[in-house]
């Protein structure tokens, strides 16, 4: 698995290919979903200058971490293989879950959210960084040639995900 995060961080399609291919990696790739997730919110915490309930930020973070990564995955799959699919498309939620997940490992890095000055800065550049692995992973997944098609289908299966978020915010009344 940690090779498998590596050659993800490294942005090699060649282990998005391999994490596509192997079913038994979705646990994987949730189990890294759960880790990027963990390591952002110890590092909000961190840098909160809040009390905060620490064991009620983290089970309602990882819920909301695996949610958005679960309907992102479906919604991506139905983007890409429904709407802009290519000839070559054939996927499942299962190959862009794990491409998905294994993505996201650039995120880890948002543990140092905390750090004054630069914190915010590492984190900014994780997500930027996931976000171009994401394009790989998606692209490798979709079994397209084009990066520019698989930056299309995150954007618009973006929509989903920040709606869910929003539902769940306002349930917890975050908002508040």
Known sequence: MLSRMMGAAL???ETFEEVERDGGATIQALLVVIFVTVAGIVGAILSSVEDVEVARALVLGIIRGVASWAIWALATWLVGSKLLKTQATEADWGQLARTTGFAQTPGI?????FIPVVGG???LVAFVW???AMM???R??????STWRAFFVILIAFIPVIILN???FALLGVWD
């Open 130 to 132: 996931s976000f171009v």
């Open 121 to 123: 800065l590492i984190s």
């Open 136 to 138: 790989i992973g998606v």
């Open 109 to 113: 890095l948002s543990i140092l959210l």
């Open 166 to 168: 929003g539902i769940i």
């Open 11 to 13: 942005l090699r399609s």
């Open 140 to 145: 490798q997944a979709l079994d397209y040639t």
